[in-house]
């Protein structure tokens, strides 16, 4: 066998597996925002008042001017949806039939995104208003995922 | 500088505060996987290693026997002249008693990395191993060694199908 042939029967590649692994922590705004949906199905926000902006989720301190910011404000959990996309294909690249709906939802001069559900397609637009749809308190762990979906508020 | 600084900023976290849940935190575990194209000579040198054997290469016009061996030769550049089956004995060059693990854990037993010279290879040229069956007072450079091989069943064409180096006794060569 020459030796700039590739023996047929030898392995054409090694295959491993890199052991990464990474905590990401809330830190102490995320702490408070993430306990105040688990603990009492609020979503918190904070207030600076020099800029007169209410950041959701809640932050330690102004973008713009930078301040410390103290003041926790419980926003509500309706919030109007900002920009929306469909999900056709799942994570892993496979097809799904039914649309994940994913949403940048606002709320005060924040806001989150999140899936909408119990939503009919046909009517899905721009500015709707949607609220929070909580998972029963025992369910709950602290992630944003405590919030199942965002639903079309009824008329 | 920092060594005068007694309170850094921020919030200082525990391995505890993990464990405990005391505080909010999402663990990942990224999907890290890879397939490394073997080439033409390591692929060659990974089927004989599942078939129990060493392989290295030769080339004629620098008379060198390398291993693992490789399509071009490192001295002149040219195209390697054959594939040379090699002993699975060898000597120890290097080594080292090795208290951690790769993951920097501590160990009370040590692993034993080696380098050894194949013989049959050039001399110098080798392979990196573990020892084994050694007392690691007892190790010691151009100390003579063998290959324990696992099973041929279980072997799956990878450098571990090799699994240590042990000493060769007396009278063995």
Not at chain 1, 85 to 106: C, K, M, Q, S
Not at chain 2, 57 to 69: A, D, E, G, L
Request: glycine share 8%; proline share 6%; net charge negative.
């Amino acid at each position: 066998m020459s030796l700039l042939e590739r023996d047929s029967l030898a392995p054409n590649a090694w295959l491993g597996n890199l052991p990464v692994t990474s905590r990401y922590t809330a830190g102490v705004a995320g702490e408070r925002f993430f306990r105040a949906i688990q603990d009492e199905g609020k979503i918190l926000g904070t207030k600076c008042e020099y800029c007169d902006i209410t950041y959701v989720p809640g932050r330690i301190f102004c973008e713009r001017c930078l301040a410390e910011l103290n003041d926790w404000q419980d926003v509500g959990t309706v919030g109007e949806v900002y920009t929306f996309t469909l999900l056709y294909e799942n994570l892993d690249g496979t097809h799904r039939d039914e649309p994940l709906v994913v949403a940048f939802i606002r709320i005060a001069d924040g806001g989150l995104i999140h899936q909408l559900g119990e939503v009919d397609l046909e009517n899905l637009s721009i500015g709707m208003p949607v609220e929070a749809a909580f998972k029963p308190q025992a369910d709950r762990e602290g992630s944003i995922k405590d919030i199942e979906y965002f639903r079309p508020l009824p008329t | 500088m920092t060594n005068k600084q007694n309170e850094f900023p921020g919030t200082p976290l525990r391995e505890g505060d993990f464990k405990e849940n005391k505080i909010l935190y999402y663990h990942d575990v990224m999907k890290a996987d890879f397939a490394w194209d073997t080439g033409i000579a390591i692929g060659s040198y990974l089927a004989a290693l599942k078939n129990g054997y060493l392989l290295g290469s030769y080339c004629q016009t620098c008379r060198k026997t390398v291993i693992p061996p490789r399509t071009v030769c490192e001295w002149c550049f040219r195209p390697m002249d054959s594939y040379v089956r090699l002993e699975d004995t060898g000597t120890v060059n290097t080594f080292s008693l090795c208290y951690v693990t790769w993951d920097v854990k501590r160990i009370q037993e040590p692993e034993l990395p080696a380098v050894i010279e194949i013989d049959g290879a050039s001399p110098l040229h080798g392979i990196m191993h573990k020892l084994g069956e050694v007392d690691p007072e007892e190790i010691h450079m151009g100390m003579r060694v063998k290959a324990v091989w696992k099973p041929p069943e279980e072997r799956e064409g990878a450098i571990t199908d090799i699994l240590y180096f042990k000493p060769l006794k007396e009278g063995e060569s």
